[in-house]
């Protein structure tokens, strides 16, 4: 890095912590646990008079979820409020198990997300209500194991996403530093690489939405 590049992150760096000292927060850690939901559609097939109908419907589920996240306010923008981003980092675990009278199977999904957002935070009294929108990285490792007769057989495979994200929720004073957080983040899928050992796939503009609600503290410095 050259002395110029250097010179200049320092110079940002000094000019962006300036004014979070200035707004009407400080900068918090948050640490949050919740469940994550999604919604899919499954298709059934029944058999009447010789033909097939395939009826749709709809299945939710829910893994739980650990959530830590950086806030940092950068300046105020009236009487009540103020903006600024906040950084977070959440994973979740699905699992799911089937046992048949010859078979079992069994897998597991490892979801991490990295996410930035932009946010506006609004004060009244002890009260903060914050509403913001951004994006986010995810990457899901996924493992499959089933067994038949005897024979086991396991396959492991990889998904890259870039999501769309959506939040809002509140806050509430405890301490001179120290708040309650409530708030539900919402991750509509953008774009999606697969990989699974030769086999590549990538689609976009997908919109499969998870949802997130989640509870927790925030401590402020």
């Avoid at 950086?70 to 089937?98: A, M, R, T």
């Avoid at 597991?108 to 935070?121: C, D, G, L």
């Avoid at 405890?174 to 999606?192: Q, R």
């Amino acid at each position: 890095m050259t002395l110029f590049k250097k010179s200049l992150l320092f110079f940002l760096s000094i000019t962006f912590f300036v004014s979070a000292a200035r707004a009407k927060d400080s900068v918090g850690i948050m640490i949050q646990v919740g469940a994550i939901g999604s919604e899919k559609t499954y298709y059934s097939s029944s058999t009447l008079s010789g033909g097939t109908i395939s009826m749709p419907y709809s299945k939710t589920t829910f893994s739980p979820d650990f959530y830590f996240g950086i806030g940092i306010p950068v300046c105020d923008i009236g009487e009540i409020c103020f903006f600024g981003f906040d950084f977070g980092y959440n994973c979740s675990l699905k699992y799911s198990y089937s046992l048949f009278s010859t078979s079992e199977s069994e897998s597991y999904v490892f979801s991490h997300k990295i996410s930035f957002m932009p946010e506006f935070t609004f004060v009244k009294s002890n009260f903060r209500f914050y509403v913001g929108t951004g994006f986010a990285f995810g990457f899901e490792p996924y493992q499959y194991e089933s067994a038949s007769l005897g024979v086991k057989t396991v396959s492991d495979s990889n998904s890259f996403k870039i999501f769309w994200t959506f939040e809002t929720g509140v806050k509430y004073k405890l301490g001179k530093h120290l708040f309650a957080v409530a708030d539900i983040t919402f991750f509509v899928t953008a774009f999606e690489a697969y990989n699974d050992d030769d086999y590549k796939s990538r689609t976009s503009g997908g919109s499969t939405m998870e949802f997130l609600p989640k509870l927790g503290l925030e401590v402020q410095f």
